[in-house]
């Protein structure tokens, strides 16, 4: 029997004005994932005052933390995209069986990274691209970050099933609340305690502790779709819907996490500054698109609901009001990194000039092709939510896979250092041009009252 909370949650969804609607589930998803990105921004500033190699010891383990959020990022947004559609279709038992099977995979799955991780934590530690001098700082760091990894990554999929079922003020509680304990928990840990760079893992680890402590009761409490063991269904078929609707999602995570690997490389021959002015400049870049993030979290849920109610219309007309409304925003933003990437910078790592000269041309490329990354994002997230799985996922491995990672070892044995920073805007403009193709031709496949054709 359809309880009233889902009956009131689909009108909600496929009824209120698509703009407003976007509005009110942007905000919140916009708030968390600043917050989010703030607190692994507050790892940077404060580890940035211990020394350079502890600096760039946080941006060797940016990799390490990709591969987990690629295990949340798969399960949550694999049973959360589902569920929506299937939530539009009036099915509630299959998005329970989703969210349960999502849940409880991820948390398995995040184990048995921890578990191998601190095995072989120092030949990883190597693998990821520390440096003889970091390496004894990206041991201590990862080591926590590794042991809060299920936490993390059961965080994650909480998050996103959260959003999906359109709660997504919710979702921003368990975040937010985490990522402000962090930014207390910090200093607190690394000049109080005097733990160094130890302090700051550990201040992240109880920070996702506690988040994902907040994300389950707020599931059980007030999510449309209750997470229950009995549920968990590890077969082919509910495998099936969750890998459809999770690969672009493991394909984006884990493709970044191997492109920061080969960034890390790339620079080793640079120095530790080039670096800690790298991990800087990613840090200020995910800053930035945590808020593109937001609002395409925000468009996600609508886009599910009424793709699966045959609301084709509402799909298409939220899609042109993200990409055109995150257009304008990043087109601020550029114009504000560009104009200040120095001072952005120094605030991380204000005692060394070399780092600053780095990041501050690193930054300032990026800026040209910041705008590219509405489209980008926005058309990965369309198509990621109705399904199609081949399309979305070659887009989610187009940025930092097949065109990032090829530039990075190609380009700095011909122009050096340059290589290094002009390869994330070069392979921007590569993937923003076969985007549009494979996204306009969706679209126009969306007619009102008529399925749209299931294509790769």
């Given at each position: 029997?359809?309880?009233?909370?889902?009956?009131?949650?689909?009108?909600?969804?496929?009824?209120?004005?698509?703009?407003?609607?976007?509005?009110?589930?942007?905000?919140?998803?916009?708030?968390?994932?600043?917050?989010?990105?703030?607190?692994?921004?507050?790892?940077?500033?404060?580890?940035?005052?211990?020394?350079?190699?502890?600096?760039?010891?946080?941006?060797?383990?940016?990799?390490?933390?990709?591969?987990?959020?690629?295990?949340?990022?798969?399960?949550?947004?694999?049973?959360?995209?589902?569920?929506?559609?299937?939530?539009?279709?009036?099915?509630?038992?299959?998005?329970?069986?989703?969210?349960?099977?999502?849940?409880?995979?991820?948390?398995?799955?995040?184990?048995?990274?921890?578990?191998?991780?601190?095995?072989?934590?120092?030949?990883?530690?190597?693998?990821?691209?520390?440096?003889?001098?970091?390496?004894?700082?990206?041991?201590?760091?990862?080591?926590?970050?590794?042991?809060?990894?299920?936490?993390?990554?059961?965080?994650?999929?909480?998050?996103?099933?959260?959003?999906?079922?359109?709660?997504?003020?919710?979702?921003?509680?368990?975040?937010?609340?985490?990522?402000?304990?962090?930014?207390?928990?910090?200093?607190?840990f690394i000049f109080v305690f005097d733990m160094g760079i130890s302090g700051a893992a550990l201040a992240t680890a109880i920070s996702q502790i506690v988040s994902?402590?907040?994300?389950?009761?707020?599931?059980?409490?007030?999510?449309?779709?209750?997470?229950?063991?009995?549920?968990?269904?590890?077969?082919?078929?509910?495998?099936?819907?969750?890998?459809?609707?999770?690969?672009?999602?493991?394909?984006?995570?884990?493709?970044?996490?191997?492109?920061?690997?080969?960034?890390?490389?790339?620079?080793?021959?640079?120095?530790?500054?080039?670096?800690?002015?790298?991990?800087?400049?990613?840090?200020?870049?995910?800053?930035?698109?945590?808020?593109?993030?937001?609002?395409?979290?925000?468009?996600?849920?609508?886009?599910?609901?009424?793709?699966?109610?045959?609301?084709?219309?509402?799909?298409?007309?939220?899609?042109?009001?993200?990409?055109?409304?995150?257009?304008?925003?990043?087109?601020?933003?550029?114009?504000?990194?560009?104009?200040?990437?120095?001072?952005?910078?120094?605030?991380?790592?204000?005692?060394?000039?070399?780092?600053?000269?780095?990041?501050?041309?690193?930054?300032?490329?990026?800026?040209?092709?910041?705008?590219?990354?509405?489209?980008?994002?926005?058309?990965?997230?369309?198509?990621?939510?109705?399904?199609?799985?081949?399309?979305?996922?070659?887009?989610?491995?187009?940025?930092?896979?097949?065109?990032?990672?090829?530039?990075?070892?190609?380009?700095?044995?011909?122009?050096?250092?340059?290589?290094?920073?002009?390869?994330?805007?070069?392979?921007?403009?590569?993937?923003?041009?076969?985007?549009?193709?494979?996204?306009?031709?969706?679209?126009?496949?969306?007619?009102?009252?008529?399925?749209?054709?299931?294509?790769?």
């Open positions: 029997m359809r309880t009233q909370n889902v009956e009131e949650q689909f009108e909600r969804m496929t009824r209120t004005p698509v703009r407003k609607l976007i509005l009110v589930l942007s905000v919140p998803t916009v708030i968390s994932n600043l917050i989010s990105t703030l607190y692994n921004a507050a790892d940077t500033f404060f580890v940035g005052q211990i020394s350079t190699e502890a600096s760039a010891a946080v941006g060797v383990a940016l990799s390490l933390q990709a591969i987990i959020q690629a295990i949340g990022f798969f399960f949550g947004q694999g049973s959360g995209n589902n569920m929506s559609r299937r939530l539009g279709a009036h099915d509630e038992q299959t998005a329970e069986v989703l969210a349960s099977t999502g849940f409880f995979s991820a948390l398995i799955f995040s184990v048995m990274i921890t578990v191998a991780g601190i095995v072989f934590l120092q030949p990883i530690s190597i693998f990821l691209g520390s440096s003889p001098t970091i390496l004894p700082y990206a041991m201590d760091y990862m080591f926590w970050i590794l042991l809060a990894a299920p936490f993390m990554a059961s965080s994650l999929v909480l998050n996103n099933q959260l959003r999906f079922e359109g709660n997504s003020f919710y979702a921003m509680i368990g975040l937010t609340t985490g990522g402000i304990l962090n930014l207390f928990l910090d200093p607190l994902f402590i907040i994300l389950f009761a707020l599931s059980e409490r007030i999510g449309t779709v209750k997470i229950r063991p009995r549920s968990f269904r590890f077969d082919r078929r509910t495998l099936g819907m969750i890998t459809n609707g999770g690969m672009p999602s493991l394909c984006r995570q884990s493709v970044a996490s191997v492109a920061m690997i080969c960034l890390n490389n790339a620079a080793m021959p640079y120095g530790d500054a080039a670096i800690a002015a790298m991990a800087i400049a990613n840090k200020i870049g995910n800053f930035t698109n945590s808020i593109l993030i937001g609002v395409g979290q925000g468009f996600q849920p609508v886009c599910g609901y009424n793709y699966g109610a045959g609301l084709y219309r509402r799909v298409k007309d939220s899609f042109w009001f993200c990409v055109k409304t995150m257009s304008i925003v990043l087109l601020v933003l550029a114009v504000i990194e560009f104009i200040w990437a120095s001072p952005i910078i120094g605030f991380f790592r204000k005692g060394d000039p070399e780092v600053i000269e780095i990041g501050d041309v690193a930054l300032r490329l990026r800026c040209f092709t910041l705008i590219l990354s509405s489209w980008l994002t926005i058309s990965n997230m369309l198509l990621q939510t109705i399904g199609k799985m081949w399309r979305a996922s070659i887009l989610g491995f187009a940025r930092q896979g097949i065109f990032l990672i090829p530039l990075v070892l190609i380009l700095p044995p011909l122009i050096g250092l340059w290589g290094i920073q002009i390869a994330q805007p070069l392979a921007d403009i590569i993937a923003f041009a076969i985007s549009i193709p494979m996204t306009v031709g969706v679209l126009k496949s969306m007619n009102e009252g008529k399925r749209a054709q299931r294509e790769w």
